[in-house]
């Protein structure tokens, strides 16, 4: 006759288990909380923590102006052309088990003024924050864990904020890289936000998440508390722009509720464009960055409702958007069309616009309305090519 013994495991976070152990070495677990905690899908609030996603430059290097880098991570600076971000800048090699990083190159020695910032920020949405439950007696801690490598060494720093509150809040964080060029692992954790206030709890900004590259004193605050100011990095933090050529690459990134940091959630490619895209979605092909003249556009019927206006049958969104989205048009590739404009087709000739514009614009979809030049002949049915970006980032 087996024996059995039970034995209850209980995770720091929520998740329960009852595990049953026979004396020939099988077990068989029931968990009581299967999708609460850090064993529940979706642990991660951070989009594209292992950057592997690149919508915008397809892995070209860009110069961050208050504009994206891999989708979801803005490069936030107060002044530019101080350094460069790139999908695998150098192309060192990722920590094991990833494919992918962020990295920046510094452009100058650039020495940060009082109330200067420099940060790689993710926005995260309210409705992906909300269950955090920061403004009331019940705030829960959370963890942030990230892989990160830089030619410098010392106490770099970073900060989480609030956005649409009544009181600006924001929590210096700091950790030490110990190793020039070398990958090395990181965990912060955060005590939850009990200050009275109004946290974005919809699709607006839920939560800033910071890693700063350099800020003034001003933007600078005591680390490991929250504070009413509008802090981005720690004080005393190392400043990647303050030294030329300096780099800093990042990877790996996860933000989840409790105080355990748990290994890194890997979503399948298909999930994590998905979630990208209800930021930023585009016609181009997922690695052809946004151009004019790029083939592979979208072809369909454009109705003309009057000698000098037509409209085009709905394009749908592959998700939906978290709102109604800023529509910037490309034009096609051999279709004749001048920069930026769409064209029709009549059966011989491609015509362009010279005003392509988006209408009833909405998170799920929108149609284009164009002019041209020519007259058209009031309903009849043209042939309609071109490319688009919706951007309704937060």
């Not at 924050?129 to 403004?135: L, P, Q, R």
């Not at 954790?189 to 839920?206: A, K, L, M, Q, R």
């Not at 015509?351 to 009031?378: I, W």
Request: a neutral charge; glycine letters at 10%; one cysteine or more.
């Amino acid at each position: 006759m087996s024996t059995l013994k039970t034995t209850n495991l209980q995770h720091a976070s929520a998740a329960s288990a009852a595990i049953t152990l026979a004396s020939d070495g099988s077990a068989a677990a029931t968990l009581s909380s299967l999708n609460g905690g850090p064993l529940s899908g979706a642990r991660n609030r951070i989009i594209n923590g292992d950057m592997r996603i690149d919508q915008r430059n397809a892995g070209a290097s860009v110069t961050p102006a208050n504009s994206y880098t891999v989708d979801r991570w803005q490069g936030g600076v107060s002044q530019t052309n101080k350094f460069t971000a790139q999908q695998n800048a150098n192309g060192v090699t990722p920590p094991a088990g990833f494919k992918n990083y962020l990295g920046v190159i510094s452009s100058s020695a650039y020495s940060v003024l009082t109330s200067d910032y420099f940060v790689l920020s993710q926005r995260i949405e309210g409705y992906n924050f909300a269950d955090f439950n920061f403004g009331t007696s019940s705030a829960q801690s959370f963890t942030l864990s990230f892989w990160v490598r830089s030619s410098l060494t010392g106490t770099f720093g970073g900060s989480f904020q609030g956005a649409a509150a009544a009181t600006l809040r924001s929590y210096p964080f700091s950790y030490t890289i110990a190793a020039a060029n070398t990958w090395e692992y990181k965990t912060v954790t955060v005590t939850g936000d009990t200050f009275s206030n109004t946290w974005d709890s919809t699709n607006g900004i839920g939560l800033y998440v910071n890693f700063s590259l350099g800020a003034g004193t001003s933007a600078s605050g005591t680390a490991g508390s929250w504070a009413s100011a509008n802090y981005t990095s720690a004080t005393g933090a190392t400043s990647v722009v303050g030294t030329n050529g300096a780099t800093f690459y990042i990877t790996g990134v996860q933000l989840e509720a409790g105080t355990v940091a748990t290994p890194f959630e890997r979503r399948s490619y298909g999930q994590e464009l998905a979630l990208c895209q209800r930021y930023f979605s585009k016609s181009f092909s997922t690695s052809v960055a946004p151009a004019d003249s790029a083939s592979n556009q979208l072809e369909s019927i454009f109705a003309p409702y009057d000698t000098g206006n037509g409209q085009s049958t709905a394009y749908r969104f592959s998700v939906e958007m978290r709102a109604s989205p800023s529509i910037v048009f490309y034009r096609g590739n051999a279709r004749g069309a001048t920069s930026g404009q769409w064209a029709t087709y009549d059966g011989s000739a491609w015509t362009s616009f010279t005003s392509t514009l988006s209408s009833v614009v909405s998170t799920g979809g929108f149609t284009v309305v164009g002019s041209r030049s020519a007259a058209f002949t009031a309903k009849q049915a043209l042939l309609l090519s071109g490319h688009y970006t919706a951007d309704a980032e937060l």
